[in-house]
């Protein structure tokens, strides 16, 4: 399979350049913006990446459109905008219906050490990994990235991801007619790398909500894995326990 390498759209690279102005304090509170005609030639950008930068930092609620005034800088850190619950099967289903995933690159993998400890797959194992980040429907800031790992067996519904509101376990099964029996996950903390932190417009180091999920079929195969990775203050992850 074609490996490309994991890219970032153009007006997130500028929405990370303006948030890091905020983290060194050269923008502060209460600081208007430059016209979006300025940023644009600062930025040698079109206006309709500005635009998209703009929409991107109101999303995240950073900044404030005043009308006749400009734009305001009125948060340092970008607001809590997605909690979801997911307790069972159908709930991820919901939860997939309600966000969408932005495909920034598909490779051919062989696990190495650190993965197929993550996956629990044999060290060497061949995989499908497609990088994406995940956007809420309410708004446009990326709640997290994820990285997901499909058997190659499976490779055909790749082409689907990100074109449906459907969980990628749902697309096994209705094209594959494979059944869905079980999903191990695991919830770690983690700082945000450089790789991540580029592609959800935060900081190095800035804490992060990590939640590994394995699905098996009815026969015990794991088909499908996924890493997913959320920034504090951006998303809220809840479990409901009932007693019997």
């Known amino acids: 399979m074609t490996q490309n390498r994991p890219t970032v759209p153009l007006y997130r690279e500028i929405v990370n350049e303006l948030l890091e102005k905020v983290t060194t304090g050269d923008l502060k509170l209460g600081d208007r913006l430059p016209p979006e005609t300025d940023l644009a030639t600062q930025y040698a950008v079109s206006r309709h990446t500005i635009r998209e930068t703009m ?108 074109t449906c509101a459907k969980a990628i376990y749902t697309l096994l099964e209705e094209r594959y007619g494979v059944t869905i029996l079980g999903v191990d996950q695991e919830i770690d903390a983690g700082l945000a790398t450089s790789n991540v932190a580029s592609r959800l417009s935060i900081s190095v180091g800035h804490p992060m909500l990590e939640i590994t999920r394995r699905y098996y079929t009815d026969d015990a195969r794991l088909v499908e894995a996924s890493i997913n990775m959320h920034p504090a203050g951006r998303f809220r992850y809840e479990i409901c326990l009932k007693r019997d």
Do not use: M
């Open 55 to 162: 929409r991107c930092l109101q999303d995240l609620g950073v900044i404030e459109r005043r009308k006749g005034a400009g734009t305001y800088l009125i948060s340092d850190s970008p607001k809590k905008n997605f909690s979801y619950s997911i307790n069972s099967l159908e709930d991820l289903l919901q939860y997939a219906s309600n966000t969408k995933l932005e495909v920034l690159a598909v490779d051919s993998i062989l696990a190495d050490r650190e993965t197929a400890t993550r996956l629990r797959c044999e060290l060497g194992a061949n995989w499908i990994r497609i990088s994406v980040l995940r956007i809420a429907e309410q708004g446009n800031a990326a709640i997290g990235f994820s990285e997901i790992f499909i058997h190659p067996d499976y490779a055909d519904v790749v082409k689907e991801i990100g």
